[in-house]
């Protein structure tokens, strides 16, 4: 089955720095990429959709300039939080969709990563 | 955009009754329906999904109907068991690879199954 794993599974970093989290797609190459947050008991936010090889598209109210998407590959997606601050602090979940799917294809999802800032 | 709305937000049965939790969509041009199950600090795992040219679809406990006219989906678990407890989510999704063809989530409903 289609595996997506990111890295790291968690973070803990002091305000004002920033963190890079990986989304990679193991076993398949996925044109598409999903970047979403969840706070505690919380829904799953979508933040962008990513497509290789182009900039990423936000949702309404979330920074471009904060957090810095890049697909450079069809396998890998980053997510980098700039300037983290405590209210950043959340469940960052990623999702890659199989290339060679038809419209109805599954989204495979990571295994999150939990950021605290300190 | 698409909007998700779901009920309940929290629901507790006895083991062996069933579950029932209902989901709204907005966007017409949505035709891709998931269930995801959801542990404390897990990702979400799909547990079914149905197309829009579908009405009904079971898995041994778990079912789906979809009513499109009304714009309405539910996710109904029989015979619920301790681990059945966990949060649920619906979402929807129109078709095609544009940026539009996003998976949106419900708000999720945390479902308890008492012994």
């Known amino acids: 089955g289609a595996v997506v794993s990111q890295h790291p599974s968690w973070v803990i970093c002091k305000s004002g720095t920033s963190v890079k989290i990986e989304c990679r797609s193991l076993d398949f190459q996925a044109t598409t990429m999903f970047w979403y947050r969840q706070f505690p008991k919380q829904s799953l936010m979508l933040m962008a959709t990513s497509n290789e090889g182009s900039k990423a598209t936000y949702e309404q109210g979330v920074e471009k300039d904060k957090f810095l998407i890049n697909h450079a590959s069809l396998t890998l997606s980053t997510l980098t939080v700039t300037s983290a601050h405590p209210e950043d602090s959340s469940f960052y979940i990623c999702?890659?969709?199989?290339?060679?799917?038809?419209?109805?294809?599954?989204?495979?999802f990571g295994p999150g990563t939990r950021l605290t800032v300190l | 955009g698409e909007n998700v709305e779901q009920h309940p937000s929290t629901l507790s049965v006895q083991e062996g009754d069933s579950a029932v939790i209902k989901c709204t969509y907005s966007?017409?041009?949505?035709?891709?329906f998931p269930w995801y199950k959801q542990e404390l600090g897990k990702r979400p795992q799909l547990i079914i999904d149905?197309?829009?040219?579908?009405g009904e679809k079971k898995d041994q406990r778990i079912a789906v109907t979809l009513n499109k006219t009304a714009k309405h989906f539910s996710l109904h678990i029989t015979e619920t068991q301790p681990e059945d407890s966990a949060v649920y989510f619906c979402?929807?999704?129109?078709?095609?690879?544009?940026?539009?063809?996003?998976?949106?989530f419900g708000s999720g409903t945390r479902l308890s199954i008492r012994p």
């Open positions: 966007d017409s041009a949505s035709n891709y």
């Open positions: 979402a929807a999704r129109p078709t095609g690879y544009s940026s539009a063809s996003k998976i949106i």
């Open positions: 999702s890659a969709r199989d290339f060679q799917g038809n419209s109805y294809n599954e989204q495979f």
């Open positions: 149905i197309r829009s040219n579908v």
